[in-house]
């Protein structure tokens, strides 16, 4: 049966993208593609970043033409969460196109934010994250409209939230069609183990008992609950049974988990009479646990005073949780099982290494490739692959399997390590990357001067992780030595390294560890340099005398039109072998 239904998805999944294929670089038709394209951006910086690369694609004939592609950025200051940007993006579009906005079906990506855990994507944005398939190569933002393809047409007048960095394959009975023509809301749901259940959002359904085994069936939500613990899942009643005495109770037990959904023009136009009432917003608003649980008959107020799942607490979101709870209450909340589905993530390092080398599911279902859009003579195994995209490799170069190159120009006798990632580099001959190294070249512009930084990390090592002042420096862990030690094999004193912005929260993301450098050759080979230090295996030209560069502060002053040159002489030189 599960080879059966396998065979379904990876089916349903190349019909999809088959359709999408054929809409790039064409003129879309009235009714069969979304009227209006919104993706979110964290600030005007990285607003102007998407709207650059969207301009090259659709230059390029990437995406479906005729349709308005819009970019909106999160005003300045405080932090609003997906919801607060939700909203924004609803005035917005209020602002552009008035009462007829109520006409279009709009697709809604959440793309902002600065991917500390996927730092290869904090510069250009994880909605452009590439995707190993497609002719031209794909990137996330095709892959999220290819997958949605079939919705609009069987779709009302409304808004589909979705993120930038998930996808969700799934298959339904043929002759079928996804609808999303009821008021309120409607969430797509796949079945999913209790474990992952207390990561995500869980739906409480009406009478699930009654439900049958079809690949696509609809119902109603009672409940919404947001990361619940496994007790209140089964308190709550949420908790589905498969009906096989076969099997464990942990086999058999499941909840049906959240990912995309849909709202109708008059629960738009409520959020956003919402949003009139109470801006500016001063705090973190989820769009998926702030909305979704103020729907549904069983649904309880006390849930807005609740901020254990809350990264920054401010004295105004209970307030605001409260306000969204008492206008949305009563709204319908529609649920879509997807019972022959599954969902991804690709929002870290290790998801990313996983899906595109390790995982034959997801390369089977979506087609990956292990050499997409590259010159590269690499012989790769079945399993782990190496993952190359979008990259000129000399025919010399050794890339190890589990390991994944992006953007990138790999000169004679160069080798990459096992499980490493190389992402917008020009590594110059012969020289060795370790294995488990992160590496990724920005191009910036300090003090009116352009140049080059490679940043390189471990790929277990932790950006996020902080301490209160750098003098606590020692106890962050960089590729597994303590900052004291690192900073004594580079030459240097721990009192010496410089941490970026916020003295208060010192990481590896801020820390002015990666020597501005030129060109780009020179500024991986010096990088590297640095990190094959730490294994005793280099000495490390000194550092005293260079400036170093955080990756927060090479993103503040990153060269775009640079980065995106660089693509370009890559694009170039694959073409005129193609």
């Not at 699930?208 to 496994?230: A, I």
């Not at 709202?263 to 009139?276: G, I, Q, R």
Request: with cysteine.
């Amino acid at each position: 049966m599960t080879e059966v239904r396998n065979k379904m998805l990876q089916r349903a999944t190349r019909e999809k993208l088959e359709k999408f294929n054929k809409m790039r670089g064409k003129e879309v038709q009235p009714g069969e593609f979304w009227d209006l394209v919104v993706l979110t951006a964290v600030d005007e910086d990285q607003k102007v970043a998407y709207e650059l690369q969207i301009k090259e694609k659709l230059g390029r004939k990437e995406l479906p033409l005729g349709v308005p592609y819009h970019v909106f950025a999160d005003p300045p200051g405080s932090k609003i969460g997906n919801g607060g940007s939700s909203l924004y993006s609803l005035q917005h579009l209020e602002e552009m196109y008035g009462k007829t906005v109520s006409a279009f079906r709009v697709i809604l990506i959440h793309a902002g934010g600065f991917s500390q855990r996927l730092p290869s994507a904090s510069a250009l944005g994880k909605i452009f994250t590439a995707m190993p398939c497609g002719e031209p190569l794909y990137q996330m933002l095709e892959l999220k409209l290819a997958l949605y393809v079939d919705f609009p047409i069987h779709m009302k007048p409304g808004v589909l939230v979705t993120c930038a960095d998930d996808i969700e394959l799934y298959s339904i009975p043929e002759g079928e069609s996804m609808r999303f023509d009821r008021s309120g809301f409607t969430a797509l749901a796949h079945p999913s183990s209790l474990s992952i259940g207390t990561t995500h959002g869980v739906f409480v359904l009406n009478s699930w008992e009654k439900l049958g085994n079809s690949e696509m069936e609809y119902t109603s939500c009672q409940q919404f609950l947001h990361k619940p613990s496994v007790e209140k899942m089964h308190e709550a009643g949420a908790v589905c049974r498969r009906p096989d005495s076969c099997k464990s109770v942990s086999e058999t037990e499941f909840v049906y988990t959240d990912s995309t959904y849909y709202m109708d023009c008059a629960t738009s136009v409520t959020l956003l009479n919402m949003l009139k009432e109470v801006e500016p917003l001063t705090c973190e608003i989820d769009a998926y646990g702030d909305f979704l649980q103020a729907l549904g008959p069983e649904a309880s107020i006390a849930y807005t005073s609740n901020t254990a799942n809350v990264t920054k607490k401010d004295s105004s979101l209970v307030d605001i949780r409260q306000k969204i709870f008492n206008r949305l209450k009563g709204t319908p909340l529609n649920v879509i099982l997807l019972n022959n589905s599954k969902f991804y993530h690709i929002g870290t390092t290790k998801e990313y290494l996983f899906h595109l080398t390790e995982d034959p599911s997801l390369r089977q279902e979506l087609g990956l490739l292990p050499i997409a859009f590259s010159l590269c003579d690499l012989k790769t195994p079945q399993s782990p692959v190496a993952c190359v995209m979008h990259s000129v490799l000399h025919p010399s170069v050794v890339v190890s399997p589990g390991s994944v190159v992006e953007y990138s120009r790999l000169g004679a006798d160069v080798t990459v390590g096992e499980r490493s990632v190389i992402s917008g580099c020009w590594v110059d001959t012969g020289l060795s990357v370790p294995c488990q190294t992160f590496m990724h070249s920005l191009s910036v512009s300090l003090n009116g001067s352009a140049g080059f930084v490679t940043v390189a990390f471990g790929i277990k090592d932790d950006l996020k992780h902080s301490v209160a002042s750098p003098a606590e420096g020692s106890a962050l862990r960089y590729f597994a030595a303590s900052l004291a030690e690192c900073a004594e094999r580079w030459g240097l004193s721990l009192h010496s390294l410089r941490f970026s912005g916020d003295k208060s929260a010192c990481s590896l993301w801020n820390a002015c560890l990666f020597p501005l450098c030129p060109d780009p050759k020179s500024s991986v080979s010096a990088t590297l340099q640095m990190v094959r230090a730490l294994r005793g295996s280099s000495a490390v030209t000194p550092l005293k005398d260079l400036r170093l560069v955080s990756l927060q502060e090479a993103l503040l002053n990153k060269n775009l039109a640079e980065m995106l040159r660089f693509r370009k002489g890559l694009y170039e030189d694959i073409l005129k072998e193609k």
